[in-house]
């Protein structure tokens, strides 16, 4: 026990390693759901929250130096009051014209700092506990660190969506129905600008147009002012005048949010050749090219009943809620009321597949409430929740004398460097060396690609190939649900690990790892279903995964036995990092070239490399297994 510990573990262990998970999970997770809502595209979020691994991959480049400079105990606080600031400066860039940007910064501020207060905080813990202690609460601080992913992933999303459903006007429901059997008729934009509300006197919205059934089969020319054209000349027409209408009008029919500038959301250019040449190779081919088939369209629209005030914006995101994945939204699903537009119609242009074979429909569901200030009052309150961390653990924490002789000088700061250096050459002396580094960047590929579309997947409507679920259901399916299942499958896979040993273990955990990312083929193949069925998929494949990363995590320590014990475990997770970090800056773009099921496909295919690496290691059978005592 240290002279110099004065509180017991219970007081701080607890909220400490709480603490040290929720920045973690606001840069990597609630990060990519926040972007999602605001408009970004998957490209960019993957690309640029990609990005924000960078801190955990460098981290053992500075740890020695938190060895030197001041306490472990002073690192853990002064981290955790820029940690609260910093969270409170995304907070109030999320309404600015150029919120991407200055949140990106800032998410890398918390990241560093993060990364930091990881260093701190674990070496405290060994300062401050005996031995003993260390393994007797060692589950602790795992529990409380999963206990924050939970609230980080879940509860803040699931707080977040209530924001956004709670704020705004009631939704409005678009139906579409199709009919195979019926005549096609040419819808009139003309008199869907005449329909007026029913209670003018209330702002709320409301629809216009015929509501009957919309054919599937199309004729192959049609006269226009009496001027004969294909029909596929004139659907392209049709939706070129829909978008020319809602710009002329002042809807803002891409990525605008209410309060955001457009310019600080579009930040993708057009696609290059290379993109141009994956998407025709191995993108999803949704038309059958060679039947000289046409889709049929339909057009709707949607107005305000009254003015808003003046200033006011009030945005409308349209999404595919129910039905068949044949009828796409493809014009209109972001607009932008105000006080100059609001006596006009806006229009949504809906794609009707050719293949649709009997009569089907869809619901379409736009909702109004404030995005930007849902996300802002997450990290408002992440920020409240750091500052009263940061207040109670400078009275919580103890002083162990041992981290107080430990700065004391009896280092230069030649001798650490030459430590340092030494870390190093060791490290990538040891045996099998490449053989270990290959399998810290290639054993998660698959899921390092996956992780970084699951929630976008679960938030894109279904006419865009995701599952259409609120951001309250993604907050319950992945942040509550999936963490379970993560959770109940890493404690699984060290209980028969530590029966087992880590090389009997070793081949089941990496095929639990690869088969189950079979459940995504499942969901994006077949979009339509209940949410337990989603809820159910998620559990089976976070399960998985957490069951196999239990030999990953195992062979580090393996693999980091002997001489600088720590150093080495801090570069193998350095390692571990990078690995999540290169193939997830190109999912999106991935995924946005080809699709989600041709995307979902892939991480398959790559789960070749999880199974492939394993067979070249070499490990000793009875690591991390019991050894009964005779």
């Not at 639990?512 to 995504?520: A, D, E, G, K």
């Not at 320590?557 to 690995?579: R, W």
Request: hydrophobic residues 45%; proline residues 5%; glycine residues 10%.
């Amino acid at each position: 026990m240290n002279a110099g510990k004065k509180r017991s573990p219970w007081a701080w262990i607890p909220t400490l390693y709480f603490a040290q998970g929720l920045p973690y999970v606001a840069v990597m997770t609630i990060s990519v759901i926040m972007y999602k809502r605001l408009g970004i595209s998957n490209t960019d979020i993957a690309l640029y929250t990609g990005w924000l691994y960078l801190p955990w991959v460098i981290k053992p480049f500075w740890s020695p130096f938190v060895d030197i400079i001041r306490t472990k105990r002073w690192w853990t606080l002064t981290m955790q009051w820029i940690i609260a600031f910093a969270l409170a400066g995304i907070a109030f860039s999320i309404p600015t014209p150029f919120f991407f940007q200055l949140t990106l910064a800032i998410f890398w501020l918390v990241g560093f700092t993060s990364a930091t207060h990881d260093i701190a905080a674990d070496g405290f813990y060994m300062l401050a506990l005996s031995e003993h202690e260390q393994s007797l609460y060692v589950g602790i601080r795992s529990t409380f660190y999963r206990i924050s992913t939970v609230v980080g992933q879940g509860l803040l999303v699931v707080l977040a969506g209530a924001i956004e459903t709670g704020t705004g006007l009631d939704p409005v429901n678009v139906g579409v129905e199709v009919d195979p059997y019926v005549e096609w008729q040419a819808p009139i934009m003309a008199d869907l600008a005449l329909q007026q509300p029913a209670d003018p006197s209330e702002m709320n919205f409301f629809t216009g147009g015929d509501a009957g059934a919309v054919a599937v089969k199309t004729p192959a020319v049609v006269e226009i002012d009496g001027v004969p054209m294909t029909f596929a000349s004139y659907a392209a027409m049709m939706r070129d005048s829909v978008r020319r209408a809602n710009e002329s009008n002042g809807f803002v029919a891409s990525t605008a949010e209410a309060g955001l500038d457009a310019s600080a959301v579009k930040t993708s250019g057009e696609p290059g050749a290379f993109t141009r040449w994956v998407a025709e190779t191995f993108g999803e081919k949704r038309e059958a090219a060679s039947t000289g088939a046409v889709n049929n369209f339909t057009v709707r629209g949607v107005r305000l009943s009254s003015r808003p005030s003046p200033g006011q914006q009030v945005v409308v995101n349209m999404s595919h809620t129910a039905g068949d994945a044949g009828i796409r939204l493809l014009e209109g699903d972001r607009l932008v009321f105000d006080e100059n537009n609001w006596d006009k119609t806006a229009w949504l242009y809906y794609d009707i597949d050719h293949k649709i074979k009997q009569p089907v429909s869809a619901r379409f569901e736009g909702a109004s409430g404030n995005i930007p200030m849902a996300w802002l009052v997450v990290f408002v309150a992440l920020s409240a929740f750091f500052l009263a961390v940061a207040v109670y653990h400078s009275w919580a924490l103890p002083r162990p004398a041992s981290d107080s002789r430990e700065h004391g000088g009896k280092r230069t700061a030649g001798e650490i460097f030459s430590e340092f250096f030494e870390t190093f050459r060791s490290f990538f002396a040891k045996k099998q060396i490449w053989v270990a580094v290959a399998f810290m960047l290639l054993y998660r590929l698959p899921e390092a690609q996956l992780v970084k579309l699951i929630n976008p997947f679960l938030l894109d409507p279904i006419d865009k190939g995701g599952l259409g679920l609120s951001t309250g259901e993604v907050g319950f399916v992945y942040g509550t649900i999936g963490i379970i299942g993560l959770t109940i499958g890493g404690i699984v896979g060290g209980i028969v690990a530590a029966r087992g040993g880590l090389k009997k273990w070793l081949w089941p955990m990496a095929w639990s790892m690869s088969l189950t990312c079979l459940t995504f083929v499942y969901l994006s193949y077949w979009p339509t279903h209940s949410l337990f069925t989603i809820n159910l998929c998620v559990f089976i494949e976070q399960f998985g995964y957490g069951f196999g990363f239990t030999a990953y995590m195992l062979y580090l320590i393996y693999f980091s036995d002997g001489e600088h014990k720590t150093a080495h475990y801090a570069i193998c997770t350095g390692f571990m990092a990078l690995g999540m970090m290169l193939p997830g800056m190109a999912a999106g773009w991935l995924q946005e070239t080809i699709g989600y099921r041709h995307f979902f496909v892939w991480t398959m295919i790559c789960c070749a490399a999880t199974i492939g690496v394993c067979a070249f290691l070499k490990i000793d059978p009875n690591f991390g297994r019991k050894i009964e005592k005779k």
